[in-house]
């Protein structure tokens, strides 16, 4: 069950503190939501009274974070703070599935292996996907855990549409595991970046797998679907007052795109109906349902198809 912040008023705080102490370096995350008023109201992380990161405005869903942390005794604090004025949304924060750096529970030590150096997926058409597989070992006498990072249009796990693009992972002691990654381009390009791996290895605590990809435009007139059904980025963000954002549907179906204001009330309706397969894009100029134009400041974008759902933000400045 997630622990839910306390109900406080304007210009008050609420927290949660936990000393723990870990023998060797390791990793501690947690997955986090926030229902908050953008850019006044915090959840605040801090280890070792050491302030890691922040966050405000309102999440549709939990995401996962995770901190590499020394050996050694540390205390983690979650806070929530709020302004002197203005609340938004739910007005409070959720944390969930914490997980610390292991207790000394052996004596032993795990040892990161890694089959590849790098991941080199060649060229790809757009709408295409190329698949690599890649093996990551402990070949020490302790269980090993750790992180996997990857940038877009890459992802950790081919078998499924959405883009993975963080995981945690656990292998025991002289136990494997499988990734096929996934080379996604949805536009034209090389694609060059790293596939972060950490580990509590103590000689192998980063390893930066480079990555690179290319991607072009199909060579006939033939449409190629794309791999992924995916909201995309708008541009230009921020914008006055017109700006398109992008999205692409693996399959002909309904779709809706909704835009809110920060406090979670509908002020436009750009899509509703059914779309085929391929890229899509649509222009919002400013305005709500009733053609008047909105005031300045944060808007979020909310897409809907089948049982796809993602929210994006953008901000209108006039």
Not at 53 to 58: A, E
Not at 281 to 291: A, E, P, Q
Request: aromatic share 10%; with cysteine; proline share 5%.
């Amino acid at each position: 069950m997630a622990a839910q912040s306390a109900t406080i008023g304007n210009n008050q705080s609420t927290s949660m503190n936990i000393t723990m102490t870990n023998p060797v370096d390791g990793i501690v995350s947690f997955w986090k939501k926030v229902s908050s008023e953008v850019g006044r109201d915090y959840l605040k992380f801090y280890i070792n009274g050491m302030l890691k990161n922040q966050w405000s405005g309102i999440d549709e869903n939990y995401s996962q974070v995770s901190y590499m942390v020394a050996a050694g005794t540390n205390t983690y604090r979650w806070e929530y703070a709020k302004d002197n004025s203005v609340s938004a949304g739910s007005d409070c924060v959720w944390i969930d599935d914490v997980v610390f750096p292991a207790e000394s529970l052996n004596s032993g030590s795990p040892v990161l292996e890694i089959d590849q150096t790098n991941l080199d997926f060649g060229n790809a058409n757009i709408g295409e996907e190329l698949v690599l597989p890649l093996i990551i070992s402990n070949t020490g006498n302790a269980g090993m855990i750790g992180t996997l990072q990857i940038p877009a249009p890459y992802s950790l796990d081919s078998s499924i549409s959405e883009t993975v693009s963080f995981m945690n992972y656990t292998i025991p002691a002289g136990e494997t595991l499988e990734l096929s990654i996934a080379f996604r381009p949805q536009a034209e390009g090389v694609f060059a970046g790293f596939l972060i791996v950490t580990s509590d290895d103590p000689d192998a605590l980063q390893t930066n797998i480079p990555l690179m990809g290319s991607a072009t435009p199909v060579s006939n007139n033939d449409n190629v679907n794309p791999v992924v059904t995916r909201l995309g980025s708008n541009y230009p963000n921020p914008f006055n007052p017109n700006t398109t954002l992008s999205y692409s549907l693996k399959e002909r179906g309904e779709v809706k795109i909704d835009i809110y204001n920060v406090l979670g009330q509908k002020v436009r309706t750009l899509v509703n109906g059914v779309m085929n397969a391929g890229t899509h894009s649509v222009s919002w100029n400013g305005m709500d349902d009733n053609r008047r134009p909105v005031a300045s400041g944060v808007y979020f974008y909310k897409m809907q198809s089948g049982t796809y759902t993602n929210t994006r933000k953008m901000i209108l400045m006039k």
